[in-house]
């Protein structure tokens, strides 16, 4: 009864929000649809993130390498034929490739499936250590990708990075990969596959005693996190039009840290939310990096720079002041919007009532 | 046979060229690594801005002796006073809050602290790189034979050297070693015992960011760029080197730290072709070290109690 | 009487230290054998090394099946014992603090799941099928063990000796045939530790279950063990009936310490 209202609501949901991306993508000016896509593609990467981080409980930090190989697969196989040597003016492309094109969409499951292999192989001896060692563990393979790249000329143009990749820059488009991961994500995290990840999140050894192997469902969630960071990566390619290693420092992967943490680890409404709140904010945050004046005098604070050093004291005050995020490990859920919806004050004092 | 060619090549004087280089940034690893040891020893983290710190007291150093014209002998003293305050604030703001968290938490904390130096040394101090102050008595090079050796690379040794024994002479002979080693120990017993832990570990960041600091002015001198984000790779790889010679142990940090600069720069001399790669190489070791001997070298075994 | 569990020599050592040594026991079905000794006799090391936490360094552990098959589980994954049917629960208990009491005991189903994580995503109908299923045996099972009605809670918000009977359900939900015990009444006072007696013979009865457990309480264990075997500094000091072990000197001894002067 419950299940069936809820799913034709999230149904209802999904198309008013496709509708609107095709309202986006027609009517807004090309900045504001530059930030929505971003918007969105944060949000695939912080929900892949969270599948780790937040339900299998697998502090990883490798998001910006699976992220580069699903860039570069878009920028190796959907640019051109004909541009590739104006591309890859150093050194040739690699003969095996170098006629393979591919369309987007081909290209961006291909992406996501590399860099699941890649977990997969990364996974095998990373997936044994814990906390902070399996944190530096995956930063570290996360350079070495990048490291790789940088190096293997022939195949990504090395430090010159690829460009003339094709842009996207459709909003729809972007939308119904979110969408589809978002449900992907939801479905998988209310299976049994998903219960077993939040047991071991919550007791290794105790899940292990229930019967979960250890390593073959941390292995899955790595994976599973990989072949969206890909994907998300993908799509991140499109909208630079331009991937270079130093795009996928590791510090990119700090971005979507604060978003899991501010939204809230484990949960993926709030991985939504937070998607929103950081890119939003991180734009709104550029007017830090502008000269300001204000009564006539300039205000030597505000130069560049200023705009990270806000952001890094954000993430730092939300772990400090604000551990939980905003939604901790709750969802946001029908049942919960309706009762919000017909009582909001009583919403907020039943459930402070039950903290 | 092009791969093996820098081997085949390598006469005696180039050998020995690059064991001097070797050394001396092993010697610079093993003083950073000591920091991230003997904090992870008692509070069980990964001090992610250890790197940072470093960074910071090569800007230190810039400032005192480029722009305010401080002789460098005494700039030297106040960076590693100044370095070694910052530790202690980096500690008592980030990670004294946390103490009672979860263990996550904490690491986003670092993580965060981290992420802040580099983003503030960004904007105080431009992202444009600055150029250490040059000492002739430290940079002249030294003709011994036909190898030529810049004084710095002696000079690092001998310097890493009497650090540890100062540090080692601290930890095993002083009240505030032995505090620092019941809490390594056993964190509870110790504050039952009546131990000042906050004390103790305010000391630990103390003496760590000292080390950091004397090693961020030899890295200076050696390497005379200063960016924001110079501390990142050796930060990472001295927590490597940490590792490899067995965390919470402070002669393993040091072991870990030649391992890793000996074998880094013996790699790129030996296989010239793989010089891209050489920050790989750290993180390779680590991989095999955590898989065959995840406690390092000099690290005890332990099994968690169920 | 069939055998369920037999222990030959098995032997674990830490570094230099032996903490449990040659240690054999036999355990026939539909038994309650307790497992007694004073703290660090190497009791919950032995359940460790039963349950595949720990390999012995040395011996072996024989596990017979369903079907009657003698399998040697020494240095299984303890996810794989898991599926075979051993089951057990913690000294300090380890729930799923966070979770719900029925996430906590459906989560033990997992382990039964035959369809692939693609199809449990996608919800595919056989997927459905097999978690309704699931679904069911779990309401039943919680609704005969009284936690039917707490089954929305945070099982960290359960009282203490709910906690513990949780601990049980949750294993019991993994449909064993051995069920391992470590230390079920500790910390309960008189009254929760009789229900709990009451409660580990239901579910014997029940579901035809073979029970091993590590107890101080005495007189819980007098009052439902068959058999007992008796551990001192991981040697096997005394075996055999509750009356047996109660007369026994070195039993005694063990626990009272030795009079010097007699």
């Known amino acids: ?355 | 046979m092009e791969f093996f060619q820098g081997f085949l090549n390598m006469s005696g004087a180039s050998f020995a060229q690059h064991m001097v280089n070797g050394v001396s940034l092993g010697s610079l690893y093993a003083l950073i690594a000591i920091g991230y040891t003997m904090v992870y020893g008692i509070l069980l983290m990964i001090n992610f801005a250890h790197g940072d710190i470093v960074m910071m007291a090569c800007y230190f150093a810039y400032f005192g002796i480029t722009i305010f014209h401080v002789p460098w002998y005494f700039t030297f003293i106040g960076v590693i006073v100044a370095t070694a305050l910052l530790g202690a604030i980096i500690e008592r703001m980030a990670y004294r809050p946390l103490r009672d968290a979860p263990k996550n938490s904490v690491l986003i904390s670092a993580i965060g602290a981290s992420f802040l130096l580099e983003n503030l040394a960004n904007y105080l101090f431009s992202g444009r790189p600055m150029s250490f102050p040059d000492i002739p008595l430290f940079s002249q090079n030294i003709a011994i034979g036909s190898i030529k050796i810049q004084a710095i690379s002696m000079v690092i040794p001998v310097v890493t050297i009497i650090s540890l024994l100062v540090l080692l002479h601290i930890v095993n002979h002083t009240k505030t070693g032995m505090a620092m080693r019941a809490v390594s120990k056993d964190y509870e017993i110790a504050r039952v015992m009546g131990i000042n832990i906050d004390n103790v570990i305010s000391m630990t960041f103390i003496i760590g960011s000292a080390l950091a600091a004397i090693g961020a002015i030899m890295w200076g001198i050696r390497y005379p760029g200063i960016t924001p984000y110079l501390g990142v790779m050796p930060g990472l790889k001295c927590f490597i080197a940490a590792v490899i010679g067995g965390i919470g142990n402070i002669k393993g940090a040091v072991l870990g730290g030649f391992i890793l600069g000996l074998g880094e720069i013996l790699i790129v001399a030996f296989f010239p072709d793989l010089s891209g790669y050489r920050d790989a190489f750290a993180f390779i070791v680590l991989i095999i070290i955590l898989f065959y001997r995840p406690t390092g070298i000099l690290g005890e075994r332990t099994t968690e109690k169920v | ?262």
């Not at chain 1, 409980?57 to 004909?82: D, K, N, R, W």
């Not at chain 1, 393979?100 to 292999?117: D, E, K, N, R, S």
């Not at chain 3, 098995?10 to 309650?32: D, K, S, Y």
């Not at chain 3, 993994?174 to 230390?183: G, H, I, N, W, Y």
Request: aromatic share 10%; hydrophobic share 50%.
């Open chain 3, 1 to 262: 009487m069939k055998n369920i569990l037999k222990t030959k020599a098995m032997t674990m050592q830490f570094g230099g230290v032996t903490a449990v040594n040659a240690l054999e026991i036999e355990i026939n079905e539909h038994e309650i054998v307790a497992l007694i000794g004073p703290n660090g006799a190497g009791k919950t090391t032995a359940f460790n090394m039963i349950t595949g936490v720990y390999t012995p360094t040395n011996g072996a552990v024989i596990y017979t099946d369903a079907e009657g098959q003698e399998c040697n589980i020494t240095g299984m994954k303890p996810s794989e014992i898991a599926k075979i049917g051993i089951a057990r629960t913690f000294q300090n208990i380890r729930l799923f603090k966070d979770l719900s009491v029925y996430e906590n005991v459906i989560i033990a189903k997992h382990l039964h799941l035959k369809s692939d994580f693609m199809s449990a995503t996608l919800h595919m109908p056989w997927y459905n099928k097999e978690q309704a299923k699931a679904e069911e045996k779990v309401e039943e099972l919680l609704k005969k063990v009284d936690l039917w009605d707490m089954r929305e809670e945070k099982a960290s918000s359960l009282p203490y000796g709910k906690q513990r009977r949780l601990e049980i359900v949750r294993a019991l939900a993994t449909e064993p045939r051995l069920l391992l015990l470590d230390e079920p009444a500790a910390g309960m006072n008189p009254k929760e530790t009789d229900e709990l007696t009451v409660f580990i013979k239901q579910i014997r009865q029940e579901y035809n279950l073979t029970v091993f457990m590590i107890e101080h309480h005495m007189e819980l264990v007098m009052e439902i063990s068959d058999r007992i075997y008796v551990l001192d500094f991981g040697e096997t000091i005394a075996k055999g009936s509750t009356e047996e072990i109660q007369n026994n000197k070195r039993v005694i001894e063990a626990y009272l310490g030795v009079d010097e002067d007699a």
């Open chain 1, 1 to 355: 009864m419950k299940n069936k209202r809820d799913l034709i609501l999230s149904a209802i949901l999904l198309i008013v929000l496709f509708g609107a991306s095709w309202f986006a993508n027609s009517e807004l000016d090309s900045y504001i649809r530059r930030i929505v896509n971003l918007c969105l593609i944060y949000a695939i990467i912080g929900l892949s993130m969270n599948v780790t981080n937040g339900f299998a409980g697998q502090f990883s930090l490798g998001q910006a390498g699976f992220m580069a190989i699903g860039a570069y697969t878009v920028g190796i196989f959907t640019v051109p034929v004909e541009l590739r040597a104006n591309v890859f003016y150093a050194v040739p492309m690699n003969p095996f490739i170098a006629d393979i094109q591919m369309p987007v969409w081909l290209a961006l499951i291909v992406g996501g499936l590399l860099a699941a292999l890649v977990a997969f192989l990364i996974g095998t001896p990373v997936l044994r250590l814990r906390g902070d060692y399996l944190a530096i563990a995956t930063l570290g393979f996360s350079e070495i990708i990048r490291i790789c790249i940088t190096n293997a000329s022939s195949f990504t143009n090395g430090a010159l990075g690829i460009k003339d990749i094709p842009p996207l820059n459709d909003v729809r488009y972007i939308f119904v990969v979110t969408a589809i991961t978002f449900v992907f994500i939801a479905a998988l995290i209310n299976s049994s596959y998903g219960r077993a990840f939040k047991a071991i999140r919550e007791d290794e050894i105790a899940a292990e005693a229930m019967g979960i192997n250890l390593y073959k469902h941390k292995c899955l969630a790595f994976m599973i996190s990989a072949f969206f960071a890909g994907i998300g990566g993908g799509l991140y390619g499109t909208l630079l039009g331009t991937v270079d290693p130093k795009n996928f420092l590791f510090t990119l992967t700090y971005n979507f840290l604060l978003i899991i943490v501010l939204g809230g680890m484990g949960s993926i409404t709030g991985s939504m939310l937070g998607a929103i709140i950081v890119t939003a904010g991180l734009e709104y945050l550029r007017i830090f990096d502008e000269p300001l004046k204000l009564f006539g005098t300039m205000i030597p604070l505000f130069r560049p720079g200023f705009r990270m050093v806000m952001f890094s004291a954000l993430l730092m005050a939300c772990v400090l002041f604000w551990r939980h995020g905003i939604m901790g490990t709750r969802e946001i859920t029908w049942s919960k919007l309706i009762a919000f919806c017909k009582n909001p004050i009583g919403f907020f004092k039943r459930k402070g009532a039950a903290q």
